[in-house]
């Protein structure tokens, strides 16, 4: 039976992800020729790429 997360879990792994897009956006707009198109396309390839991370069922995959 899944354990499910805490809410100061949820609350620090969305910091954390918003705070690595943060620094994506800033990295990008000072080398990308086109930073918004650049950032668009990384978020929508990251987002496509995001269900390998979780196993594709939704939950995280364990080490």
């Known amino acids: ?5 805490l809410s100061a879990e949820i609350r620090l792994l ?3 992800f918003s705070l ?3 620094i994506i956006a800033a990295l990008l707009s000072r080398f990308a020729r086109r930073p918004r198109r650049t950032f668009v396309r990384t978020t929508v390839a990251l987002t496509v790429l995001s269900p390998l991370w979780t196993g594709g069922d939704g939950r995280p995959t364990s080490a």
């Open 20 to 22: 690595t897009g943060v």
């Open 14 to 16: 969305t910091a954390a």
């Open 1 to 5: 039976m899944a354990v499910p997360p």
